[in-house]
């Protein structure tokens, strides 16, 4: 008997510590970037580890919570929504960020765009237009980060006082693409921005600043999720 | 005491008054917190408690005919307390519905039916109470019918003149009342007491509900409530019109910014902008006479005062006016300006006069409220320098949400008319966003193409030029080809603002891309293609970039039942209703119809199966009215919309004058004997009068365009109102057969013709995105012949005469 009762402490002592070391959502996480991510092409090693552990489900409102890796936006109040896994990937992928940039992010949001960057460069640069937004995303990100900066302002004039950057990501819907951002871009930086009336479907869009001679690529129409071809 | 036949005919009239302005009401509350084919789909479903109402009498008919007394007025009173309080019960944080909540989850399916269910209560109730007054007077049904018909007519009238001076959440509440009343005018003797008592508590309710009406709470995702998020905005100015809804919102950070060129370096202005319903209008910019550069000289939009010096300039959908600043500022002679909204224009030349820099008051400029259509048939030929379009999308003309709104200003006819109006030098201007997968591009160039050849331009390509910028494309069309030094001066503006020709002649492939590459080549492939009339770059697309024509002009609408296959072999089906939703939706509410209808109609089939034979004949008949007649009414309202010039005295005109002229019909029919013989003379004679209609109705219309207001009211009441005499006679004679023949069949009868209108709104719709409305009305015959032979008597197993 005393044998018996031995070995289920043991067992159950044993076990705490597995359970507190494994991670219920990492299934999630992982399942999210081999069906949704890995799939459809994205192949930047950087942004695949960062999705893989950015808890994205810490980011979204509970109520949303259940439906934190699904193939799809998210409403996070406000009018506003958490990028579909895909685009954060897509927008992360297509600026080729490397462990010594700078990023400007305009349109912190829920603030996951900033995490997945922030596990990826050396620092990283948030503005929030939406007080009440930016200080719960500011709060979340300050728990896991040290190096995101969260500001709240209006994004149109970037952040002079931390320029340049090397490359400038912008979530929120524009018709202008902002004379003062192309501004704060590194020489050879690359913007990626969502443009278009803000009332419609958007082309999310690469900006590329080379000296005096700025480029521009149209990438594909997004609102709420790409409308990429199979 | 017996309550007299004149209250009962005009309490009935007043009722049917208040339902029809109910719904009206309802729909521009729904577009406020919606979008308008969120209304149309909501209202469809609430219209079927009309169907719901006659399955509940053809299964308790004998319960609900003895309680008639007492309950014709209270579901009176209470349809009217209803009206008042249902959509504010839905616009609670609780309940609100949100329609893209249903692609991102959560709870969004659940409301969607929470709210159905509570818009259905008001019509549910009303139409019991008008379907057990027509079971009881089923032998005098034309006196009744004409009641109906001619309060619901006057109901739209009540609807708009409630929607011009309240604000939308009032209007609702002040219908209700006339239901309140209906009801304590038919209280007999018995039940006046208990009436009355029960009247005034609900118009205390309703009372309360007027004094208090509470806020709109839009969609979080509709663009009013996008722009209410951006700190230091603040809600200015609300209008109530019949045009919708007008709201100004002084929004510094929503700036005004289409696609300038990377070479700007200012800043781009903010300050008020107009939404009606909801929707974003237009910003309002102070930007003549004192500004050195117009905001619109950094946008592609600048380039056909770089290739010309117009004098003479006509602003279509002029918004707020930017286009006319635009064109002053670079030294117009005159400007017209077209403004249908009347409410806006108003609001430009006093309250916002300051911030739209008085350009609507300026000397140079004149304002004309109409449809451009109607401006254009009274112009001269040879008179304008340049014809500015504003930037697709904007002032209700957009994408998605906008896609299945009639536009006849960007159809060939359109353009031709545009053309005749210009000078020899002249320049046709219009612009949109650059779309991808690219759709209002191609089709735009679709159109212009068709209209040059229409024309008289042999070679179309020498004709039009285009730019294109990181985000929008101007194209012109000029009435002689471009010269050189036209083609010079627009490669030389391309290169200082960073932006790239995009149709010219002789341009070399390098110069399409040199500064704003695309994902494809499939927009330059297509566009080349389409310059030179290629049928096969239409026919093979994805996307229908058909022309649009007057016969189809639904500009923004991309899809249509052929394409989806393609489509979602080429896209997730999750994706094409975020690309274009207005077809979706469309299609959503027909099967949601037509699931709905089937069970309204089958349900009582049950119930009746011990009664007579002649079921299927009676299901043919009414399904046939029901359908036949809303077929007509809705290519009315299109066909008039554009030959009266403005759409919401259009729709009024169309369908009060369809009611006024079948309650007199239904009057009539009175006289007439209810057989089949009488019913098929009936029906040959509307076949007759469509067809006339199908031959003449748009010849006619479009040569009458430009005539003076009396002449055009003259021809309008004889067009609409001589079929819909005739046409309001075959329910009532129906009705009385049946009431000789199989009365039990009656209160069927009645649900399945109120069923099928609502299926007909969104099939007529659909009929008409897919094949145009002379297809419509085709349908239209063929349906009133099936109702014309319905009760044919070689047919029937035995005699259907009396």
Redesign the interface.
């Given at each position: 008997m005393n044998y018996r009762v031995g070995l289920w402490v043991l067992s159950v002592l044993l076990a705490i510590p597995v359970g507190f070391a494994s991670d219920p959502t990492e299934g999630f996480r992982r399942r999210m970037v081999e069906t949704q991510i890995i799939q459809r092409g994205i192949s930047h090693p950087a942004t695949i580890r960062a999705l893989k552990a950015v808890p994205r489900h810490k980011y979204v409102p509970p109520?949303?919570r259940r439906?934190a890796y699904?193939d799809?936006?998210?409403?996070i109040?406000?009018?506003?929504?958490i990028s579909q896994p895909y685009i954060v990937a897509f927008m992360t992928e297509i600026i080729d960020p490397k462990p010594h940039y700078r990023v400007l992010e305009i349109g912190t949001g829920s603030g996951y765009q900033a995490a997945i960057l922030a596990e990826i460069v050396d620092r990283v640069y948030t503005i929030e237009?939406?007080?009440a937004l930016g200080l719960r995303a500011g709060e979340v990100l300050d728990r896991y980060y040290d190096n995101v900066e969260v500001k709240i302002a209006?994004g149109?004039y970037g952040w002079a006082d931390a320029a340049p950057f090397d490359a400038i990501v912008v979530t929120a819907a524009?018709?202008?693409?902002?004379?003062p951002l192309?501004e704060q871009l590194r020489d050879g930086g690359r913007m990626i921005i969502p443009?278009?009336?803000?009332?419609?479907?958007q082309?999310l869009?690469l900006?590329t600043k080379r000296g005096n001679r700025?480029?521009?690529?149209?990438?594909?129409?997004v609102?709420?999720?790409?409308?990429t071809?199979? | 005491m017996r309550v007299s036949n004149f209250r009962q005919f005009f309490a009935l009239g007043l009722h049917s008054a208040a339902i029809i302005a109910f719904q009206i009401s309802l729909m521009q509350l729904v577009s406020n917190v919606q979008w308008h084919h969120f209304a149309y789909m909501i209202i469809s479903v609430a219209m079927l408690g009309f169907g719901a109402a006659g399955t509940a009498l053809a299964i308790c008919r004998e319960k609900l005919l003895i309680a008639a007394n007492w309950l014709i007025p209270l579901l009176m009173i209470l349809s009217g307390a209803l009206m008042a309080v249902v959509f504010p019960i839905t616009n609670t944080e609780l309940l609100q519905f949100d329609v893209f909540a249903l692609f991102t989850g959560g709870w969004g399916f659940t409301t969607l039916v929470i709210n159905y269910l509570i818009f259905f209560l008001p019509l549910f109730f009303g139409a019991l109470a008008i379907g057990i007054i027509f079971l009881i007077h089923s032998n005098n049904i034309g006196a009744y019918y004409f009641a109906n018909l001619t309060g619901s007519g006057l109901g739209g009238v009540l609807a708009l003149f409630f929607m011009s001076w309240a604000l939308p959440l009032q209007v609702s509440a002040l219908v209700g009342t006339f239901s309140v009343l209906s009801g304590v005018m038919l209280s007999d003797t018995k039940t006046l007491k208990q009436n009355l008592v029960a009247a005034l508590l609900c118009l205390m309710v309703i009372g309360w509900v007027a004094a208090n009406p509470g806020v709109l709470r839009p969609s979080s995702y509709k663009d009013i409530a996008l722009t209410r998020q951006i700190p230091g905005t603040e809600l200015r100015i609300q209008k109530p019109s019949i045009y919708g809804f007008v709201e100004v919102l002084y929004a510094p950070k929503q700036r005004f910014a289409p696609a300038l060129s990377l070479t700007y370096q200012g800043e781009a202005p903010g300050g008020y902008i107009i939404f009606v319903n909801g929707n974003y209008y237009s910003h309002v910019l102070n930007q003549y006479p004192q500004d050195n550069a117009h905001i619109l000289d950094y946008t592609t939009m600048k380039l056909p005062f770089v290739l010309g010096n117009p004098q003479r300039v006509l602003c279509v959908n002029a918004g707020s006016g930017i286009g006319v600043s635009h064109a002053l500022h670079h030294g117009a002679a005159h400007v017209d300006a077209i403004i249908e909204n009347r409410k806006i224009v108003s609001l430009l030349k006093n309250e916002l006069s300051v911030a739209s820099g008085g350009v609507l008051l300026h000397p140079k400029v004149e304002v004309h409220p109409l449809q451009t259509r109607n401006f254009l048939a009274r112009t001269d030929s040879n008179y304008y320098d340049l014809v500015i379009l504003p930037l697709l999308s904007e002032f209700g003309g957009g994408a998605g949400l906008h896609s299945l709104r009639e536009d006849y200003d960007l159809t060939i006819e359109a353009f031709v008319q545009m053309i005749r109006t210009l000078r020899p030098q002249g320049m046709v201007s219009v612009s949109t966003w650059v779309d991808h997968p690219p759709r209002y591009s191609l089709k735009l160039l679709a159109t212009l193409v068709q209209a040059a050849k229409k024309s008289g331009f042999e070679h179309p390509a020498k004709h039009i030029v285009a730019l294109r910028s990181w985000g929008t494309i101007t194209f012109l069309l000029q009435k002689t080809p471009f010269a050189d030094y036209q083609l010079e001066n627009l490669r030389n503006f391309s290169q200082e603002l960073l932006f790239d020709p995009f149709l010219m002649p002789e341009l070399l492939p390098f110069e399409r891309d040199a500064f704003n590459a695309l994902s494809d080549a499939t927009l330059f492939q297509k566009a080349d293609s389409i310059i030179i009339s290629s049928a096969s770059a239409i026919n093979e697309y994805s996307f229908d970039i058909s022309p649009a024509t007057d016969n189809q002009p639904f500009f923004s609408n991309f899809v249509n039942l052929g394409k989806i296959p393609r489509l979602l072999h080429q896209f997730d089906l999750g994706k094409l209703p975020f690309l274009e939703l207005g077809f979706f939706l469309l299609l959503a509410t027909l099967a949601k119809s037509i699931i709905l209808a089937v069970l309204l109609i089958i349900i009582p089939l049950f119930v009746l199966k011990k009664s007579q034979a002649n079921k299927r004949r009676t299901l043919l008949y009414f399904s046939a009215l029901g359908l036949g007649y809303m077929f007509v009414e809705i290519i009315l309202i299109q066909k008039f919309v554009l030959y009266l010039g403005q759409p919401m005295y259009a729709v009024v005109a169309v369908v009060g004058t369809m009611m006024l002229s079948s309650g007199f019909g239904s009057l009539f029919s009175q006289k007439l004997l209810p057989n089949w013989e009488t019913m098929g003379k009936i029906g040959a004679i509307i076949l007759g009068l469509l067809i006339i209609k199908l031959l003449i109705l748009t010849p006619l219309l479009q040569h009458t365009l430009a005539a003076n207001f009396a002449t055009k009211v003259v021809l309008s009441l004889i067009a609409i109102g001589v079929p819909a005499f005739v046409m309001g006679m075959m329910f009532p004679l129906g009705i009385r057969y049946l009431h000789k023949h199989h009365p039990a069949q009656i209160p069927w009868a009645w649900g399945i013709n109120a069923c099928m209108s609502v299926v007909s709104t969104s099939a007529a719709t659909l009929v008409s995105v897919e094949a145009g409305f002379q297809t419509v009305i085709l349908i239209a015959i063929l349906i009133y012949l099936i109702a014309a032979m319905a009760f044919y008597s070689p047919f029937s197993k035995k005699s259907t005469n009396p």
């Open positions: 109520e949303q439906f699904a799809r936006p998210l409403p109040g406000f009018g506003q929504t237009i939406i007080p209006d149109f524009s018709g202008v693409i902002p004379p192309i443009v278009g009336s803000p009332y419609m479907v082309q869009m900006v700025i480029e521009t690529r149209n990438l594909m129409p609102r709420f999720v790409p409308f071809r199979n | -």
